[in-house]
Each structure stands twice: as C-alpha cells, then as structure tokens.
C-alpha cells in the first residue's frame, strides 16, 4: 500500500465522516509504525510504537477482525487478530 496522501488540513477545515475515517486509520498506522520515512507522519503522532509494524480492519459478514503486526529486533515476524461480531 503506498502512503496516502492528505488532501487538506483537517485540523482546520469541515471533513466528512469519510474523510475522519481516513485521517482516523492513517493515524493509526502512523502510530503503527506503517509509514516511512518517519517525517511523512509528523504532526500526527510523536513516535511510532511497533518496529514494522501494521494494521489491518477487515468487515466480512457482520464480523470484523483487527490484526497488528510488527517485527522484533531478531527479524522475526508477529501478528495478532481480534474479532468481533460488531
């Protein structure tokens, strides 16, 4: 996935439900550690808290799962996955 781009200042314009969406998940892979370099995500968040890590929401017939994954200083990859029938 390439990193998106922000069409407008958020703080300081009216956004729609969807664009609040956006910032909303961006946010969250920044938080993450998804998006490089670490300047894109500047303003957003202070410090990325997983080394590659990501994230993932998935809505499939009234479930949704949330996965984060992350990889450790040996290299080695994580994931973990919560669902919900929210």
């Known amino acids: 996935m ?3 781009v922000l069409q407008k200042n958020y703080v300081t314009s009216n956004c729609s439900p969807n ?3 956006q910032l909303d ?3 969250w892979k920044c938080n993450l550690g998804k998006y490089e370099p670490k300047s ?3 303003g957003l968040v202070s410090q990325a808290t997983l080394p590659g890590g990501d994230g993932e929401i ?3 017939a009234g479930q949704t799962q949330i996965s984060v994954s992350w990889t450790d200083t040996s290299g080695e990859q994580h994931s ?3 669902y919900s029938d929210l």
């Open 80 to 82: 973990v996955s919560m």
């Open 40 to 42: 894109y995500c500047a």
């Open 19 to 21: 664009e609040i969406a």
């Open 2 to 4: 390439s990193q998106p």
């Open 58 to 60: 998935i809505r499939v």
């Open 25 to 27: 998940l961006l946010e």
